[in-house]
Each structure stands twice: as structure tokens, then as C-alpha cells.
């Protein structure tokens, strides 16, 4: 067990609607991750919040978002779905030192995993 | 633009057997990098890491081997066994703060008894 939790395990909804996943990092971690992991993209990052406060972004679609509250627990949205955004969502989390002198492992919850009908 | 890759999409073993994954990176300016296994059904678990200042760390059973000069990682695991069975992944990122991890393709890894 990681120490990550993500909700729900598993997601189904048809295209157009929206759906949030939930991630509660470790306790102690203050930056937060998303990763999709498709079977033709493999895992991508999508974005990171350190602090509630977002501090990269990869290849996430404008129909999606993200947010980090001030318990640190992080939503990831996900609007106007289509059958493409299928794949199994991840958080994962760190500690990780902003003012830039290392990075440090992420430690991944055991993932959403979303099919779009 | 950034990737890491790696050269072998399966590699299946015999029980007992030394495995060696290897993996490729192209961003010269990553510092620290990282090896996952990912079991079916379960997010990527933490395996060992490594940082550009050295070449080799060890773990229990593991062993990561870094070659910055031909920008290539390899993970060893010694007398696999059926448990390691799962997907490996290496990952790359570039100290600042920001931590993005860049993932490798994953190697297969089966073990037969």
C-alpha cells in the first residue's frame, strides 16, 4: 500500500458527461500528480499541484482540469468525455523541494480506472 | 521532443534466473531517474532509483546501472521469481522543483517456473 487512495476504483459513463476523480496523497506530501495511462499512450503526465498551487502542466486536454485543496487532497475533471479519454488515471504524490535541489520518488495510488461508452 | 524508451517489449525467464530490463533515455539534462513495476490491476510501485551523479545502486535483489554516456539505464534482478512477474517501467525527470516524470514504454516481464 502506497499511502495513496484514490476514488472511485472504477468509472463508467458515456460520452459528453463529466466526472471527477478524487486523490488524497500521502500524508506528509505536498505535490501531487496525474498521469493517464492508455494502452496506445502509454503513462502520461498531465499535471502537478504542489501546495494547491499548480506547477506543471504536460499533455492535458483544455477539457480537462484539476485542483489541489488546502488539505492537500487533489480533484481531477473531466468534461465532455469521448470514447478516447478510456485509460486508467493516476495520481501519485511526493515531497518534493521547489526551491530545485532534488526531486524525489512519487508514490501512485492504485488508480481510476475510466471507460467511456 | 522528450522520451525514454525501451529496447525489449517482453522478456520471459526461468525461475531462479539473473533478468536484465534496459532502458533508453534521450533528455541529456535528466538527473535522477527511477524504476517501477506495475502488477496488473495496480498503480506503478516504487522500485529503486538512481541519480546522475552516480552509476550504479544497489537494492535487495536489485541493481540499477546507469551509462550517461550512451544515456541507458538497466534494472537487474537477481534469482527472479515468479512475484516479479509484472511490467517495468523506467522513468526520468529533471531536478527543479517540478518532478514530471517522463515514462518509458514498458518491458514485459514473465517468469516460467
Known amino acids: 500500500d502506497s499511502g495513496v487512495t484514490q476514488t472511485p476504483k472504477h468509472l463508467i459513463t458515456a460520452t459528453g458527461q463529466r466526472v471527477t476523480l478524487r486523490c488524497s496523497p500521502r500524508?506528509?506530501?505536498?505535490?501531487v500528480y496525474w498521469y493517464q495511462q492508455s494502452l496506445d499512450q502509454g503513462l502520461q503526465f498531465l499535471i502537478q499541484?504542489?501546495?494547491?498551487?499548480?506547477?506543471a502542466k504536460g499533455n492535458i486536454l483544455e477539457r480537462f482540469s484539476a485542483q489541489q485543496f488546502p488539505d492537500l487532497h487533489s480533484e481531477l475533471n473531466l468534461s465532455s468525455l469521448e470514447l478516447g479519454d478510456s485509460a486508467l488515471y493516476f495520481c501519485?504524490?511526493?515531497?518534493?523541494?521547489?526551491?530545485?535541489?532534488?526531486?524525489?520518488?512519487?508514490?501512485f495510488g492504485p488508480g481510476t480506472r475510466l471507460t467511456v461508452t | 521532443g522528450e522520451s525514454v524508451g525501451l529496447h525489449l517489449p517482453t522478456l520471459s525467464v526461468q525461475e531462479g534466473d539473473n533478468s536484465i530490463i534496459n532502458c533508453a533515455y534521450s533528455?541529456?539534462?535528466?538527473?535522477?531517474f527511477i524504476w517501477y513495476k506495475q502488477e496488473s490491476g495496480k498503480g506503478p510501485q516504487f522500485i529503486i532509483d538512481?541519480?546522475?551523479?552516480?552509476d550504479k545502486r544497489q537494492g535487495q535483489r536489485v541493481t540499477v546501472l546507469l551509462n550517461k554516456t550512451v544515456k541507458h539505464l538497466s534494472l537487474q534482478i537477481a534469482a527472479t521469481q515468479p512475484g516479479d512477474s509484472a511490467v517495468y517501467f523506467c522513468?526520468?525527470?529533471?531536478?527543479?522543483?517540478?518532478?514530471?516524470?517522463?515514462f518509458g514504454a514498458g518491458t514485459r516481464l514473465a517468469v516460467h517456473p
Open positions: 533528455n541529456s539534462a535528466s538527473d535522477y
Open positions: 522513468a526520468e525527470t529533471r531536478s527543479g522543483g517540478y518532478n514530471k516524470l517522463i
Open positions: 499541484y504542489y501546495n494547491g498551487e499548480e506547477r
Open positions: 501519485a504524490s511526493s515531497k518534493v523541494n521547489v526551491l530545485a535541489l532534488s526531486s524525489y520518488e512519487q508514490y
Open positions: 500524508s506528509g506530501d505536498l505535490s
Open positions: 538512481i541519480r546522475s551523479n552516480m
